[in-house]
């Protein structure tokens, strides 16, 4: 039974924001924090761990020298066991290579440098490329590869650029048994120190660099796309199943249980849901962060056009919520949980910090946490009622009465609203071949008029004949024209040739 004073699923927006207090968007992938804060967290726990690491190899390995002394007291020391300061000395290579694989991208080569005069273009084709990357290839990744070019062209730094992207994109390629999170640290390593590097030659310059790294990250991740998207080394197609299982087995929700403020009656209303769902439905198919993030913005763009017409006041953060619910409930995207871990991992991390884009994430991020621990009480509905509609054996539209009656309770008032339905569509449907029959007989009618007509027309206006002396003239011209042509001219009394006249002057 529904409880009679709704409660609502309300949001603080200082919900949204990173639990660090930095003032940034946070999301539920980052365990609420924001993209950088996440980024620092796991920096420090890395090194906190490396340290352990360190300190136990040095125990232990004091330990068994004191064990081995003990055994041996006059012996030399045992040879075998790697000095701790080798170790070490591994551990700090280790920890610098992967600063070093940045790095090296942004540094000037000394190998063969790129005449002045050389072509753009002539340093977008790699010379004789592994087979590896000849299969990768593609249509889109050679059209963002010819944008990209055409971008960076008016820039000055803009061949150099271009090469930096090329060599870490071809470079990760290589990369792909590595780790999500490790590869999304080099990826976004990388967009800060070219950041860095645009802000210096840009003179802060913040639009110009936002420009550029949206292109930079449109060619990487098209290019990157196949190798980083729902890798194996993580469960993300696990967890895209999981939760499309969990909204299939959610049918049944209905707009009242979510309080949504939105009237499909209305035709405009309903046309904004549709569009909503399609552009959701939708982000599964692009390949760029920034064009998958523009699929959710205007997905939550046509849900508030939706309340404010529905409301006929401007829509409020508690209303855009349980409408995005319902509207992901209703789609249902494909690889939802991929998309939005490809978009944490990869992104540029301003866009998902600030702006429109990364408050609409923030919030689809909220929506797919809430319908993962949907329960009855989120509903304001009973725990029993909430699995007998889980399990099936109950559907909202057909609420259980407390009757003693073996039927299903509301059986009967079913039946009657159906049978109303099939009433109506009959008389409908009589109606519709009423006017068929008319139609059909008009049309009878009209073709009896037109061919009515035409007779008249033919029996007022008969075929004019030609007279016998027309006939006869028109024979004899015909046969003199043939004539004309023919090769026996004898007996047609042409006229003799003209003789030459000598002029004298």
């Not at 609502?8 to 990173?18: A, F, K, N, R, Y």
């Not at 930079?216 to 980083?228: D, F, G, Q, S, W």
């Not at 725990?383 to 889980?390: K, V």
């Not at 007279?467 to 043939?482: C, K």
Request: hydrophobic residues 30%.
């Amino acid at each position: 039974m529904m409880m009679s004073q709704r409660r609502g699923i309300h949001l603080d927006q200082s919900e949204l924001l990173c639990k660090k207090g930095c003032g940034f968007y946070g999301n539920t992938g980052c365990q609420g924090l924001c993209s950088k804060c996440w980024r620092e967290e796991n920096q420090r726990e890395k090194q906190t761990q490396i340290q352990e690491d360190w300190a136990l190899a040095e125990r232990l390995q004091r330990e068994e020298q004191e064990a081995y002394a003990s055994r041996h007291p006059k012996a030399q020391p045992q040879p075998s066991i790697t000095p701790f300061s080798k170790f070490e000395e591994r551990k700090t290579k280790e920890k610098s290579s992967k600063v070093n694989t940045v790095t090296k991208f942004f540094s000037a080569s000394t190998k063969t440098p790129s005449k002045k005069g050389a072509p753009f273009e002539a340093q977008s084709s790699p010379s004789s490329s592994s087979s590896s990357a000849s299969r990768r290839s593609s249509v889109d990744s050679d059209h963002a590869t010819r944008e990209f070019i055409d971008f960076l062209k008016p820039l000055k730094s803009g061949r150099e650029v271009f090469k930096q992207c090329r060599a870490f994109t071809e470079s990760m390629v290589y990369k792909r048994d590595m780790g999500a999170d490790e590869q999304s640290e080099c990826v976004q390593d990388f967009y800060q120190n070219l950041s860095d590097r645009l802000h210096t030659q840009f003179k802060g310059s913040s639009e110009h660099v936002e420009s550029v790294m949206d292109e930079v990250e449109k060619y990487m991740m098209t290019r990157l796309y196949k190798e980083v998207f729902c890798p194996e080394t993580t469960d993300d197609e696990k967890k895209d199943l999981a939760i499309q299982k969990r909204i299939r087995a959610l049918h049944w929700v209905t707009i009242e249980m979510l309080c949504v403020p939105v009237d499909e009656e209305i035709a405009e209303v309903s046309d904004s849901v549709v569009k909503s769902i399609t552009d959701v439905i939708e982000m599964d198919s692009k390949c760029v962060p920034k064009e998958k993030l523009a699929c959710i913005t205007r997905c939550s763009k046509h849900i508030f056009n939706a309340i404010k017409i529905s409301k006929k006041e401007a829509a409020s953060a508690d209303d855009f919520l349980p409408t995005l619910i319902y509207i992901v409930l209703k789609a249902n995207p494909p690889r939802l949980q991929s998309n939005i871990q490809y978009i944490t991992r990869f992104s540029n991390p301003s866009r998902l910090m600030t702006g429109e884009d990364g408050y609409y994430f923030t919030n689809l991020c909220c929506a797919v946490a809430f319908i993962e621990k949907l329960d009855g009480q989120s509903l304001n509905l009973s725990s029993e009622e909430f699995e007998r509609y889980m399990s099936g054996q109950a559907s909202p539209q057909s609420p259980q009465s407390t009757g003693a009656s073996s039927c299903p309770p509301g059986s009967t008032t079913q039946v009657h609203q159906r049978l109303d339905l099939l009433a109506g569509l009959g008389e409908r449907q009589e109606q519709v071949m009423v006017k068929a029959r008319q139609l059909e007989s008009d049309l009878i009618d009209w073709t009896d008029e037109v061919e009515q007509k035409v007779q008249s027309v033919l029996e007022s206006f008969p075929p004019e004949t030609q007279n016998p002396t027309a006939i006869e003239a028109s024979g004899t011209t015909s046969a003199a024209a043939s004539a004309i042509d023919s090769d026996n001219v004898e007996n047609e009394h042409l006229p003799p040739p003209l003789l030459p006249q000598v002029f004298a002057g």
